[in-house]
């Protein structure tokens, strides 16, 4: 197993890789039909990231499947440009096993070798298993965005977390 910066050339597994996400889990943005990037913009995506320094992405990779990937998009304006909001996500038949935090330290000592200062992502706040990851890695809770998302008829609440990076 091996964690790595995502390079164009994974756009394919990349693409396999969120389809099953997404259609494992709830606590994911997407549901399942609504993921429609094809391989070409996947890899169009990954070669603007690493040109621009706009965010990275980083993959857990076990043999030739990818089982983890974590990605952050830096602020675009002048005022939130020390800032990356991060979104993780690993295979079902994968968690438990530390590739989260594995990728969240990645994509961490990338944001610190870019001079960021502030990593923040949302999370659902039924989702124990990621919070408590969160938390292991630095994370502090912010607040909640009430009703953020309606996933099967029923709206969710999600709690606002960041860790600050002391350089």
């Known amino acids: 197993m091996s964690v790595r910066e995502a390079e164009p050339g994974d756009s394919a597994r990349l693409v396999k890789f969120f389809r099953t996400l997404y259609s494992e889990t709830n606590f994911m943005l997407f ?6 990037v094809t391989e070409e913009q996947q890899a169009r995506r990954i ?21 983890g990937v974590v990605f952050g998009n830096r602020g675009v304006a002048r005022r939130t440009r020390h800032s ?11 968690t438990g096993q530390g590739i989260g935090r594995t990728l969240l330290e990645a994509l961490e000592v990338w944001a610190r070798c870019s001079g960021l200062h502030r990593l923040e992502l949302t999370v659902d706040v039924s989702n124990r298993r990621a919070i408590a990851l969160y938390e292991k890695c630095g994370f502090e809770r912010e607040g909640i965005k009430r009703h953020s998302r309606n996933i099967e008829g029923s709206y969710s609440d999600e709690l606002y977390m960041s860790k600050l990076i002391v350089v």
């Open 31 to 36: 549901e399942p039909d609504e993921f429609v």
């Open 84 to 94: 990356l909001y991060v979104v993780i996500g690993v295979v079902q038949a994968w």
């Open 47 to 67: 070669a603007e990231m690493s040109g621009s320094e706009s965010g990275a992405m980083f993959v857990h990779e076990t043999g030739n499947e990818l089982v």
